[in-house]
Nanobody
Framework: VTFAESGGGLVQPGGSLRLSCAASGFTFSQYAITWYRQAPGNERDVVASIGTDGVTTRYTDSVKGRFTISRDNSQNIVYLQMNDLKPDDTAVYYC?????WGQGTQVTVSS
């Protein structure tokens, strides 16, 4: 089971980024996928998750209305569209399932 996150970078407050998560090694369409993030000195927290149907989604309160999670079961990819980014969104973002996650991608929100 592997996950590979990409799409992070440096963005100004109010900007947008789209993260991608490419998964392999398991039957992707049969599992919910979760995006996590970990800021320096903090624990890894759940940001958003998406069910197998691609419709059932959950978000942590701080990102509701700004972030959108989606999946493409034909490509084994999960996306996290992040809009109106804030400095508090700065963290390493990971995707995962089944107790696995990838190396993460750094998101830095700063002017």
């Amino acid at each position: 089971v592997t996950f590979a996150e990409s799409g992070g970078g440096l963005v100004q407050p109010g900007g947008s980024l789209r993260l991608s998560c490419a998964a392999s090694g398991f039957t992707f369409s049969q599992y919910a996928i979760t995006w996590y993030r970990q800021a320096p000195g903090n624990e890894r927290d759940v940001v958003a998750s998406i069910g197998t149907d691609g419709v059932t989604t959950r978000y942590t309160d701080s990102v509701k209305g700004r972030f959108t999670i989606s999946r493409d079961n034909s490509q084994n990819i999960v996306y996290l569209q992040m809009n109106d980014l804030k400095p508090d969104d700065t963290a390493v973002y990971y995707c995962g399932s089944l107790g696995y996650w990838g190396q993460g991608t750094q998101v830095t929100v700063s002017s």
